[in-house]
């Protein structure tokens, strides 16, 4: 007997069979409670990417319309199929209907971003279902002698930092890993105190893209008993280094001797503004 499996991925939900839209919804309660409503109903069939409560035009009858957008077009399907024409939260039966519109061609993929992410694996995972730890955070700015430096005028001072973050997922017994890079162009007459919030700032994110990037590699696949297995999409031309590893290894726009070269940060050494994103 096959094992119904839905899979998720951490990105948009662009296809638009993963969108349901709502009519006939009454004007008796606010946008507010419409909302807090229909969250409630289809949040009950898979995690939502995004829900959006709207009046009617003008020439229409009085009352609202609404689009849901799940991440998989199994659980869009079933929550169609099972609120069509059902009453929900009014006196009245409301019109749900999938998407009709036809998916582009080609369309790009979108990363998730962090807070999306976090809703995601909290959704299916629980709280305590996944963590994440900076592994190395490092000022690469100055690798003048690697040319990995971009040029800046004579009035502003280039900044740029790399980190690499682990994503581990301890009742599965798997993890990944994410590159992120950020960088900026600070002008010489900020003061001390601005230059060090900038840094501050380029710092986390650097930490939250390389959050992003490992998460952009997790599978969740998704049982019809309703239990949860993950997949982690290997790249194989992508070599992530060890902690002390050596060499010069290119990943995601950053040579690896610039993180060698650099001079580590460790979280003691982060700003509070940044350690206390660390849990989720």
Known sequence: ???????????????????????????????????ESLWSVYSAFGALYLLKVCPNATVA???????????????????QRATDKQC???????????STKQNLSFYSTKP??????????????????????????KDISKCVEDGCQEEADDQGVF????????LTFPQHGVSCQGVGVAEEIIDNDRDPEEKLRKRGILM???????VVVAFE??????????KVAIEIKYDPDEILPEENSEGVIKVNDISWNEF??????????????????LPH
Not at 217 to 226: E, R
């Open 260 to 277: 060698e070269g650099a001079d580590s940060n460790t979280e003691d050494d982060i700003p509070w503004d940044l350690t206390v994103d």
């Open 88 to 98: 929900l939260f009014q006196s009245s039966p409301l019109k749900v209907r999938l």
């Open 1 to 35: 007997m096959d094992i119904e499996v839905d899979i998720i991925e951490f990105k948009v939900p662009l296809e638009n069979n993963k969108t349901i839209f709502i009519w006939d919804i009454q004007p008796t309660f606010s946008e507010a409670h419409i909302y």
């Open 217 to 226: 590699k997790v599978l969740l696949m998704i049982l019809g008993n309703g």
């Open 159 to 166: 900044l740029k930092y790399g980190c690499i973050a682990e």
């Open 112 to 137: 998730l971003s962090l807070s999306k992410c976090h809703n995601l694996a909290n959704h299916y995972l629980g709280f305590g279902g996944w963590s994440t730890r900076i592994i190395t955070l």
């Open 61 to 79: 009858e009085p009352g609202f319309y609404a689009m849901v957008k799940f991440y998989s077009s199994v659980q869009a399907s079933k929550a």
């Open 204 to 210: 986390k994110r650097a930490k939250d893209k390389a």
